[in-house]
C-alpha cells in the first residue's frame, strides 16, 4: 500500500511547491469563468479524500469539519480564506495522507461498502478507493495550473 499513498503523496507536494509564492489574494481569488479558486481546490482534495477513504468506510474524518463539509462536491467558495486557514490547508494536505498512512497500517477501514463514483467507478474496497484519489486529484490539479495562469502576472 505504501507504493499506492505515495503516489498521491508526491503530486501533492509538487503542488504545494508549485503555489509556494502565491499571496493569500492570488490563492482567494476567483477568475471570471471560474467558480472556485486554488486554495478551494486544496480544501476540496482533502475534503475528497477524507469522504472517499474514511466517511464512506463507516470511519470518522481526520479533520475539522469545517475542512471537510464546506469543500464537499457541488460546492464552491463562500468567504475569503485568511492565511492562518491557509497555512492549516496546506498543512492537512499533507498531514491528511501521512494520517491515511498510519490508518491504513492499523487496519481501520474493515468496513467498505460498495458504491458507484459519478465517473463510474465501482468503489469496494479502501484499496480500489486510493487508487482512485490520483485520477480526482488530477482533475483538481490541472485546475489549479488553470487558475494559476489567470492569477499570476
Known amino acids: 500500500m505504501l507504493k499506492s499513498i505515495e503516489i498521491v503523496r508526491k503530486p501533492r507536494e509538487f503542488i504545494?511547491?508549485?503555489i509556494k509564492d502565491l499571496s493569500v489574494d492570488q490563492l482567494n481569488h476567483i477568475p471570471s469563468g471560474f467558480n472556485n479558486n486554488i486554495i478551494w481546490n486544496l480544501a476540496h482534495m482533502i475534503s475528497a479524500q477524507q469522504g472517499i477513504c474514511y466517511t464512506r468506510a463507516g470511519v470518522p474524518i481526520i479533520t475539522d469539519d469545517k475542512y471537510y463539509?464546506?469543500?464537499r462536491p457541488d460546492t464552491k467558495p463562500d468567504g475569503f480564506i485568511d492565511a492562518d486557514e491557509v497555512t492549516i490547508?496546506?498543512?492537512?494536505?499533507?498531514?491528511?495522507?501521512d494520517q491515511l498512512e498510519v490508518d491504513l497500517n492499523k487496519g481501520i477501514f474493515t468496513n467498505y461498502p460498495t458504491?458507484?463514483?459519478?465517473?463510474?467507478?465501482?468503489?469496494?474496497?479502501?484499496?480500489?478507493?486510493?487508487?482512485f484519489l490520483p485520477f480526482h486529484e488530477g482533475l483538481h490539479s490541472g485546475c489549479i495550473?488553470?487558475?494559476?495562469?489567470?492569477?499570476v502576472l
Open 16 to 18: 504545494l511547491e508549485r
Open 89 to 97: 490547508i496546506k498543512d492537512l494536505f499533507l498531514s491528511t495522507i
Open 145 to 151: 495550473t488553470a487558475l494559476m495562469k489567470l492569477v
Open 115 to 131: 458504491w458507484n463514483t459519478r465517473y463510474g467507478v465501482v468503489m469496494d474496497s479502501i484499496e480500489t478507493a486510493i487508487a
Open 69 to 71: 463539509t464546506p469543500y
